[in-house]
């Protein structure tokens, strides 16, 4: 006889909610909440993500036990400002009452687990952390010179990498800055997506190295072009999950983070010590291996999944 699927309640947006269910998102009053506790019923397990569903956390929170509710598991998944936007004393207050007693609080970065445990209550042995993983069949070291469009990596060039997306522009002035001060044949490669670039372009420009700031727009293989950088910049913040961290150490690419301070020390040390980054390129490659593996991290996902449904 057939084992039947769990039913999971996936909570992320309203448009990405099951057909019929409630908006959860809003002001919490007593009427939303009650519909959205009723819409939970029926399901193994309820899985809300960030801010955008914690009105489903907290009408679980308010009528979960009167309703008998199946077990419900937070996912926090951080953001550039994480902390300005939980400064705010009423996303606080309301943290607090609807995460105190989830059955997991499952996050990618141990750093918003500890301030979910300092700030909202969370029991530091109900905080789970997950990193999501990447595909290491596809960020893997080696890349042909040529193998980026428009881009041809000379053989006396070398290159920092770095994603740049909506809100890194002083990270990536900071970056740009250092130009000055790198060695003529360090070339900068920013991989931008849809991000705009006029203002990285023009102080390019106003630093006289455009011919050294390279932006790689939509559709770019980042692979590639992680696999043939010599170093890469990580500008993520504290609170979110450096994705590209994970994906340059993938490629062996040692990572400085530009968060740390000391941006241009860290670059020079490096820079100017080949036998290091070749050191910390195989050290990266290797935790890479052990810490990202993206089929790994689904299944640690799914055995949580699996031990709050059996309760």
Known sequence: ????SPHILHCIADAEAPAGFPRFSGQPGPAKLISIAQAMKGYDLVVSHGWEAINVALAHKVFG?????????????????????????KRKIIRRIALGSVHTFVTPVQSIGDFAASHWGVPPARVATIE???DLK???????????????????????????????DEAAAELLNLGPDLPRDWHLVLIAGDTPTDVIRARADELGLSHRVHM??????????????DLYVEMAGRYEFASGTAKAMAAAT????????????????????????ERVAKESRETALKNFNQTESAEGLSELYKSAMTR
Do not use: Y
């Open 1 to 4: 006889m057939a084992v039947p």
């Open 65 to 89: 036990q009167h309703l008998g509710l199946p077990p419900l598991i937070h996912q926090e998944h951080g953001s550039a400002d994480f902390e300005a936007q939980e400064a705010r004393l």
């Open 132 to 134: 999501p993983g990447i």
């Open 138 to 168: 596809r960020f893997r070291p080696n890349a042909k010179p040529d193998a980026l469009p428009g881009l041809i990596k000379r053989p006396t060039e070398k290159w920092i990498g770095a994603f740049l997306r909506p809100g890194d």
């Open 216 to 229: 790689l727009g939509r559709g770019a293989d980042e692979a590639k072009a992680l696999a043939l950088c």
């Open 254 to 277: 040692p990572v400085i983070k530009a968060s740390d301070g000391g941006l241009l020390s860290g670059l020079e040390d490096l820079i100017l010590d080949e036998k290091k980054r």
